[in-house]
């Protein structure tokens, strides 16, 4: 089972930020956090990963909470194109990854 | 090659048969995985392969379901007595190392059973 909690869905607009929740309150000191989003049609897309500290890429800022508990994905200004399922995803060690429902993103032109 | 190869990208075969799944991973990546997604639900872990450990077979759904990999390269999923039940995109994902680095993933093998 996931050990992760997500809203079902979100809404966006266009050219906005986006802030995509995720709680991981059984998460252990040596688990990373995984964000991976689904395009429809498409196979899944690896998004960002971190561990503690807040990461940046060129896709999303991850920022994670200081008791772990807790991570938001955020989209510095969605696009139609990031309509997507995004994923939270927590694994340590050789663990398998676990995919639970996600987070359904609207974005409204 | 670039990136994680599948083959077939479509199948269509009778109730009954077998068939045969191809994942081509990352040329390196230890860690390789296959995943169901039946049509508008998530993905279902089917199975996972780690380097030289045994693999977690825990998700596959029956005795008819079975997966092989060659040390670090190609895995192999056979369905055998094909059900329709069993029509899903069957996806693999492969990483460098467990945890550590993102999956990457195939495009899929799209499988209907008629």
């Known amino acids: 089972d996931a050990k992760t909690t997500q809203p079902n869905s979100m809404e966006s607009n266009e050219e906005e930020p986006v802030h995509l929740p995720c709680n991981h309150s059984?998460?252990?000191?040596?688990?990373?956090i995984h964000w991976y989003r689904q395009l429809p049609s498409q196979g899944p897309e690896y998004v960002i990963h971190?561990?503690?500290s807040n990461v940046n890429n060129r896709m999303a800022s991850l920022a994670i909470a200081e008791d772990r508990k807790s991570s938001t994905l955020i989209l510095h200004r969605a696009t139609l194109r990031d309509a997507a399922v995004y994923y939270c995803?927590?694994?340590?060690?050789?663990?398998?990854?676990?995919f639970g429902k996600g987070t359904k993103l609207t974005v409204n032109p | 090659g670039a990136g994680v190869s599948q083959s077939p990208s479509n199948k269509v075969t009778e109730k009954g048969k077998d068939v045969e799944l191809r994942c081509d991973p990352i040329?390196?990546?230890?860690?390789l995985y296959w995943y169901r997604q039946r049509l508008g639900q998530g993905l279902e872990f089917l199975i996972y392969?780690?380097?030289?450990?045994?693999?977690?077979k825990s998700g596959l759904p029956s005795d008819r379901f079975s997966a092989e990999r060659t040390g670090e390269s190609v895995s192999t999923l056979t369905i055998q007595r094909t059900q329709q039940e069993d029509s899903a995109v069957y996806l693999c994902?492969?990483?460098?190392?467990?945890?550590?680095?993102?999956?990457?993933f195939g495009s899929g093998t799209r499988l209907t059973v008629v």
């Open positions: 994902a492969s990483s460098p190392l467990a945890s550590v680095y993102g999956y990457t």
């Open positions: 059984t998460i252990s000191g040596t688990d990373y």
């Open positions: 971190g561990l503690t």
């Open positions: 995803i927590t694994q340590g060690g050789s663990e398998k990854l676990v």
């Open positions: 040329s390196g990546h230890t860690a």
């Open positions: 392969f780690q380097g030289n450990s045994a693999p977690d």
